[in-house]
């Protein structure tokens, strides 16, 4: 009966309307998350400028506006975990994650408050605002002329990404980005331009005042059956890759891996075990899209099912460092040449 009851209530949830789902950051697990970062603005001067917090379909600062939208899926546990089964990778979680996000989109919210992006030493660091936006940049993991902060080499995605990022860790409460930085001088040049410009821009009141919020909660017409339709995206599979699953794993009966006695595990299951922990990972350090990782691990596992691979039961570290070295290897092809396939 609970089962049927919550099957009941979860296809309610999916089809009703986002905007009638009674949305609120007040009142839920978000509530205290944007106080304490209210207080962490406070203690780091920034005075003038109240950013507005709002829900919004994901992570974001519309261009002149100091408002921050905060995925609504944050809201509540029910809708995260829905968030995560459907698209598979969740932008913050924990207080702290969210936290850095916070940071990050304070960035964004200086940067269009004080229309930063005029600042002719801000484009000499940053680049030119113009610069296109694009979704599939390459970056080039452990680059010393930029910051490190949110996963997945963000600060190389666009200028105003390198500023939020920059901004972030010099907001950061802890980080000592002074000595941390000190040998990358290309970055220490931006964090300290960030540290002059907040020490200039203290009492000073902002430019821009707007907070239009941008797809606010209360006026998403569409489900979260709608929501998450489309999220997939098409890839090619390189050729050969049931040779490198055959490399790693055992064929079934056939022992190859003498040291061990073990029973046989299927290395399906290993795999689909590993999706979500090699989603993040692997874009965190790798810039590689968690959504394709997920198509590629589920491909993967596919194949390993297909091909009745199998590992022993005492070597699943072994297993899992091999396979993780083979998605990386790949997902770094697919970074810096568009493609699995070079
Ligand atoms: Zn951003």
Known sequence: MALEMASFHEKNLASTPIRDLGLTIEGTRLEPIVDEFKKELERAGIQRLRPRFYLSTEWGVAFDTVAIGIPFYLARPDLTQLHAERHGHVEGFSPGDILRYMRHEMGHVIEYGYRLYDDSEWVNLFGSITQPYVEEFRPAPFSRRYVRHLPGWYAQKHPDEDWAETFAVWMTPGVDWKSEYADRPAALAKLNYCDRTMSRLHETDPLVTSSEPDEEVSQLSYS???????????????????????????????????????????ASALIRRLERALMANVYRWTGHFPERTRILVRHLAERAEKLNQVYPADREVPATVALTTLVTGLAMNHVHRGSYLP
Do not use: C, N
């Not at 999220?231 to 050729?239: M, N």
């Not at 891996?257 to 299927?266: G, H, I, Q, Y």
């Open 224 to 266: 979260l059956d709608q929501f998450y339709r489309d999220t997939t995206v098409e890839d090619e599979y390189p050729v050969g890759l049931d040779g490198a699953l055959k490399a790693i794993f055992e064929d079934l009966g056939v022992p190859e891996d003498t040291t061990s006695t073990a029973p046989r595990l299927p």
